[in-house]
């Protein structure tokens, strides 16, 4: 799995550019980073936009905050929503990601 992230501000031109223009733009940089990426099948991705990417957070929050492990069997959660009380970040998504993947990995026994 790759994560790639590039905030824009709406009136940035890839903000509207199609999701093939933005991954042709995007993946020299990545199979520099990754060579491995070069031979790798792509089975899926998935590009989202957000304007407001900065989760909104209420009094108390740390009652309400999403646990990795949903309840449903095989369905974890690893959002943004999750780092708090850390503001978003790379790092902190790496973080939570890393936690759900141990979770994964201890369920599976």
């Known amino acids: 799995m790759v994560y790639l992230s590039d ?9 509207s550019m199609p999701d093939r223009d933005l991954w042709e733009i995007y993946l020299p ?4 980073l990754a060579p491995e990426l070069e031979k ?12 407001y990417a900065q989760p909104i957070v209420g ?10 492990r949903t ?12 780092v708090y009380p ?6 902190y998504a790496v973080k ?5 993947a141990a979770a994964l990995l201890e369920d599976l026994g």
């Open 7 to 15: 905030y824009v501000l709406p009136d940035d031109p890839k903000w």
């Open 29 to 32: 940089a990545a199979k520099r």
């Open 96 to 100: 939570i990601a890393r936690e759900a």
């Open 71 to 82: 309840g449903v069997p095989g369905l974890y959660s690893a959002a943004m929503a999750q």
């Open 86 to 91: 850390e503001d978003r970040g790379q790092n």
């Open 59 to 68: 009094t108390h929050y740390s009652r309400v905050l999403p646990p990795v």
């Open 40 to 51: 790798a099948r792509v089975l899926e991705r998935h590009l989202f936009r957000a304007e």
